[in-house]
């Protein structure tokens, strides 16, 4: 027990300060592992390495680019956080809890309702679109797809059950600056479970390897 405690303790460590996030890859499961594009870019969700482990992300910024293979160093503030201070929107806290809520739905959908939940993020995070929002102001010239994925998180992202802390925000902190993502940390993609199947196994190889050893002495 105490190998497995010391496994998930280093896992841990290693979301303490600034991470190395890498842009993995731009397909998508739920698309036959091939990128779903809008016509001009391609829509979450996408592939990130955190500190070596594999997440799917969300793009919550249009405002910048990132290439897939691209490497820098970011921050990780949880979307329940206090202060969202190293955060690219530090006043946007329920944009960010709606985003976290359409993170739940993409992950699901493919093809054509992907780009419309993209694009309510987009549209959330840029307009600071809250359920106080009129949706009708012509400045901001939403898409009817679109409007109705924000609609919903508007009604559902605080009814969910969804616990906000499991959800971190990748902000770069490179100049320029990398495009900020939304991760959720509790699930990781199947490489990272092999890893901890790894680590779990080591555990349990050791622990029958000392009872073993203590049945030979007596």
């Known amino acids: 027990m105490k190998y497995v405690l010391m496994f998930f303790a280093f896992g841990a460590l290693l979301s303490a300060g600034p991470v190395n996030v890498t842009l993995v890859s731009v397909s998508d499961a ?4 091939q990128p779903v594009s809008d016509g001009s870019v391609y829509v979450s969700p996408y592939t990130i390495s955190v500190n070596g482990t594999n997440y ?8 910048d680019w990132t290439n897939q293979g691209a490497k820098w160093t970011a921050n990780l503030t949880q979307v329940g ?72 998180a508007q009604a559902n992202y605080n009814k969910a059950g969804l616990n906000f802390n499991n959800f971190d925000i990748v902000t770069s902190v490179n100049c320029p600056r990398e495009q900020e993502f939304l991760i959720c940390s509790n699930t990781p993609e199947p490489a990272s479970f092999a890893l901890l199947g790894v680590g779990l196994l080591m555990a349990g190889a050791t622990r029958a390897w000392r009872r073993r050893k203590q049945v030979n002495a007596a």
């Open 56 to 63: 799917t992300a969300l793009c919550v910024d249009d405002q």
């Open 30 to 33: 739920a698309n036959n592992n």
């Open 81 to 152: 956080s206090s202060s969202l201070a190293n955060t690219f929107n530090p006043g946007e806290q329920t944009e960010y809890e709606e985003a976290a809520y359409l993170f739940t739905l993409i992950t699901k959908a493919s093809g054509t309702s992907q780009i419309n939940i993209q694009h309510a993020v987009w549209d959330i995070i840029d307009h600071s679109i809250t359920s106080s929002t009129s949706l009708s102001n012509p400045k901001l010239n939403l898409i009817p797809g679109d409007t109705t994925y924000i609609q919903e």
